[in-house]
């Protein structure tokens, strides 16, 4: 099965301790799509400008089951951000943000799209991703992302939105922030209230939670020695996790729990290197790998004295 996603197409130049790159492949849906294609083929909706280099991003994508026919090229310049990492990596410190023809992103799902079985709403308006759902048919899941900026500054349309999707994924310091609640086990509760029937809170190198109505899974994240560029993390463990899902077509407890490991798989490739590099030249053998080392992380047998 396919998912769609909808989500930015941007442009990266990142500073770390380890190094930095300028104008590479970037955005939610670029660091999604490069990830999920590894598990199921992927319809990618987005918009970029007239400067946009798609002749990189066709290469990037030539051998990954991507269709772009969803990526829309508009007069005028494309996002771009610029970001730097101390050696905090969990911190992105902004240090420019154009949003060029973005900030005029009204999503198109073409017709061939409108079937998707799994739909992921990347981290744009919330008034964009309710209007992403209005074209689509009738999804097996639809699941989102949002951010701190849509937090503050769209909240009644962030709370709506919420009442249409299945699942959220967000971030500890996000979740506190939208639910105005410390406790993230008592923050997924709050907003399982409001819509969601699955909440998964990722915690960066510290792992993933996913909770639903009656149980909590973490997955830990694979422990790496060297982490270069953390920008995309948070979408790639999204790819990874809507793309096993799409693969399968299974949404029982025990496959999504699955899913979360194979999201925190692979968003540990992609941390490896800048931008979407790393995910463009794993395997299948080492996605496989690293998901049996992350079930060995955490699997014990248990006392029964």
């Known amino acids: 099965m396919s998912v769609l996603v909808v989500g930015s197409v941007a442009l990266d130049s990142v500073e770390t301790p380890f190094g930095k790159a300028d104008n590479v492949l970037g955005g ?25 280099p798609m002749d990189t991003l066709k290469t990037a994508f030539a051998n990954r089951p991507i269709d772009i026919a969803g990526l829309e090229s508009a007069e005028g310049a494309s996002f771009r951000w610029r970001g730097r990492y101390r050696h905090d990596l969990n911190v992105a410190e902004t240090l420019e943000t154009h949003l060029g023809v973005f900030s005029n992103f009204r999503p198109k799902i073409p017709e061939q799209f409108r079937n998707a079985p799994f ?21 097996k899941l639809v699941a989102c992302d949002t951010m701190n900026f849509w937090i503050e500054s769209r909240r009644p349309d962030l709370m709506k939105l919420l009442e249409h999707v299945d699942l959220i994924t967000l971030n500890d310091a996000e979740a506190r922030q939208l639910t105005e609640e410390a406790n993230i086990v008592k923050a997924a509760r709050w907003i399982m209230q409001h819509g969601p029937k699955h909440v998964v809170i990722k915690k960066g190198e510290h792992g993933a939670f996913m909770f639903t109505k ?3 899974f973490f997955s830990p994240a694979y422990p790496l020695e060297s982490v270069f560029d953390p920008t995309g993390a948070g979408d790639s463990f999204a790819g990874g996790f809507m ?8 949404l029982s407890e025990a496959n999504l729990r699955r899913a979360v490991v194979y999201g925190s798989a692979m968003g540990s490739f ?10 463009l030249e794993i395997t299948p053998e080492d996605i496989k790998r690293r998901v049996g080392d992350i079930h060995r992380l955490c699997n014990f047998e248990q006392d029964v004295a």
Do not use: C, M
């Not at 939610?28 to 400008?49: D, E, I, K, N, Y």
């Not at 008034?127 to 992403?132: G, S």
């Not at 793309?243 to 299974?250: C, F, H, I, R, T």
């Open 28 to 52: 939610s849906g670029t660091f999604f799509s490069a990830s999920a294609s590894h598990l199921s083929p992927v319809q990618l909706v987005g918009v970029v400008g007239t400067d946009y």
């Open 119 to 139: 739909v992921f709403l990347g981290n744009i308006d919330p008034r964009l991703q309710l209007d992403v759902l209005t074209q689509v048919a009738k999804p």
């Open 214 to 216: 009656d149980t909590i």
């Open 243 to 250: 793309g096993y899902l799409a693969k399968s077509g299974d």
């Open 270 to 279: 992609a941390v490896e290197k800048f931008s979407v590099e790393r995910l």
